[in-house]
């Protein structure tokens, strides 16, 4: 089946260690996102890409990094410089800016980071 | 992308309709009205959206005030597998590739109730 995959689902860290979230789309979607969800809050959004090797901030890009090397894969770095690492990691994917502008996301199940 | 404005939780009988309203007030003509929802614990998942007409698919109905002020979400038979938090979205149709493209805005949501 097509889908998203995120893993591991649970992931534990020392504070000041950076840690690195997987997503993979077997979809064949052109883009892909890495939103943060927060205990009893909505979604906000930490980067996206539209096209390989091409990737854009969202609105707390900061303490993080992506890459887009593939197509299928946009895994997410957590570094020490995020002052609040603990939360859910959900990463979607697109269908982008060609054959269906207003393709709805689809998401993973998410990947829940906790740093002590 | 134009705010929206939903009530915080709603409660619903199970077999009954579930009527989620939204409001999106500042919405400009090439903006879309997207619902998802999430389930505890999982990504989200994609319900329906629609520009200006009604829309209806195998999960439920979209129906947009002639104005586009405002829209409501219509769950016909809501099961207990039903509960969970439904957001409300807008989001601009942008086809240059480095705009701000697919990316969806999620705030707070309803957290939907069904009761037996």
């Known amino acids: 089946d097509g889908g998203i995959t995120q893993s591991p689902k649970y992931l534990f860290r020392k504070e000041g260690q950076n840690v690195t979230l997987s997503c993979e789309q077997n979809?064949?979607?052109?883009?892909m996102y890495w939103y943060r969800q927060d205990p009893g809050q909505g979604l906000r959004l930490i980067y996206y890409?539209?096209?390989?090797?091409?990737?854009q901030k969202g609105d707390i890009a900061e303490g993080y990094s992506v890459s887009r090397e593939k197509k299928e894969s946009f895994p997410l770095t957590v570094t020490s410089a995020q002052k609040n690492p603990t939360a859910f990691y959900l990463c979607a994917s697109s269908m982008g800016q060609g054959a269906s502008y207003n393709s709805p996301l689809h998401f993973g199940n998410g990947t829940r980071l906790t740093v002590t | 992308d134009a705010k929206t404005t939903q009530p915080p939780s709603m409660d619903c009988a199970e077999g009954r309709a579930a009527n989620l309203p939204c409001n999106h007030s500042?919405?400009?003509?090439?903006?879309?009205v997207y619902w998802y929802r999430q389930i505890h614990s999982q990504g989200p998942q994609y319900i329906i959206h629609g520009l200006k007409n009604n829309e209806t698919n195998e999960m439920a109905s979209l129906i947009i005030t002639e104005d586009r002020k405002s829209s409501t979400l219509i769950l016909p038979h809501a099961t207990l597998r039903d509960t969970a938090v439904y957001y409300c979205i807008v989001r601009v149709n942008i086809r240059r590739i480095k705009a701000a493209g697919n990316k969806l805005t999620f705030g707070g949501g309803t957290r939907v109730l069904v009761k037996p």
């Open positions: 500042t919405i400009s003509g090439n903006e879309y």
């Open positions: 890409s539209q096209i390989v090797n091409d990737f």
């Open positions: 979809l064949n979607h052109d883009a």
